[in-house]
């Protein structure tokens, strides 16, 4: 059964700080991975997306990096600030499948 | 350009009442994604539809149904509603090609009491 793990499940950092969370997945064959970031109540926004080839996407201060080998992926946030709270989605597809697995999400806290 | 669009914003229906939702995709679109996402979980994949024909559904029960019009807009509706569907309801729009990235909707809150 394809699965998608995210750690830590909640993270409270201070504005200015950097941190990073995990996701590490079951699904294959391997087709991409995304990032999103979900505020509460909307609908998630892609931060990033990689296929196999491809082991680090940067998009401002959000940096993702996956090794396909350990299918592990992890989103670095730079400088955090307080608009950074929210809950971060990782997502993999599975090739031939429309069907993406979705993490449950690390709901990051950014306090002032 | 109009990014994905969803009506209504949030919704109260009584056990055992049938609801519809409804999505337009992103311009140029064609492909439509419906998810239910229950408070601190993610977006669980309901069904997904291209070319007016459900393409792929996910382990919903048929009380959910769909539908894609000629213009790509799609509706979800979901009969004799249970307290657990309770939920945010997500619409996702792609293009059949590429990396398939998806552009969400901001989603119906759905209460049923």
């Known amino acids: 059964k394809n699965q998608v793990e995210q750690s830590p499940q909640s993270l409270i950092i201070l504005e200015g700080k950097n941190c990073t969370l995990q996701?590490?997945?079951?699904?294959?064959?391997?087709?991409?991975l995304r990032w999103y970031k979900q505020d509460t109540g909307r609908g998630p926004v892609s931060l990033t997306i990689?296929?196999?080839?491809?082991n680090t996407k940067s998009n401002g201060r959000y940096t993702a990096t996956l090794d396909a080998d350990t299918k592990q992926s992890s989103l670095h946030i730079t400088a955090s600030q307080l608009s950074d709270s929210a809950s971060y989605i990782c997502?993999?597809?599975?090739?031939?499948?429309?069907?993406?697995?979705f993490g449950r999400g690390t709901s990051l806290i950014v306090h002032p | 350009d109009a990014g994905v669009t969803q009506s209504p914003t949030h919704l109260i229906k009584t056990r055992g009442q049938q609801v519809t939702l409804r999505c337009s995709p992103k311009?140029?679109?064609?492909?439509v994604s419906w998810y239910q996402q229950a408070l601190g979980q993610g977006p669980q994949f309901i069904f997904q539809?291209?070319?007016?024909?459900?393409?792929q559904r996910g382990n919903f029960p048929d009380r959910f149904s769909g539908h894609q019009f000629p213009n790509y807009s799609s509706e979800l509706n979901v009969n004799a509603l249970l307290l657990g569907d309770s939920a945010l309801y997500l619409c996702?729009?792609?293009?059949?090609?590429?990396?398939?990235?998806?552009?969400f909707g901001p989603g119906t809150r759905l209460t049923v009491t």
């Open positions: 996702a729009s792609s293009l059949d090609r590429g990396n398939y990235e998806q552009y």
């Open positions: 996701c590490n997945y079951t699904v294959s064959p391997f087709s991409n």
């Open positions: 990689m296929t196999f080839s491809e």
């Open positions: 997502v993999v597809s599975e090739g031939g499948s429309y069907i993406p697995t």
């Open positions: 311009s140029g679109h064609d492909t």
């Open positions: 539809y291209y070319e007016e024909e459900e393409r």
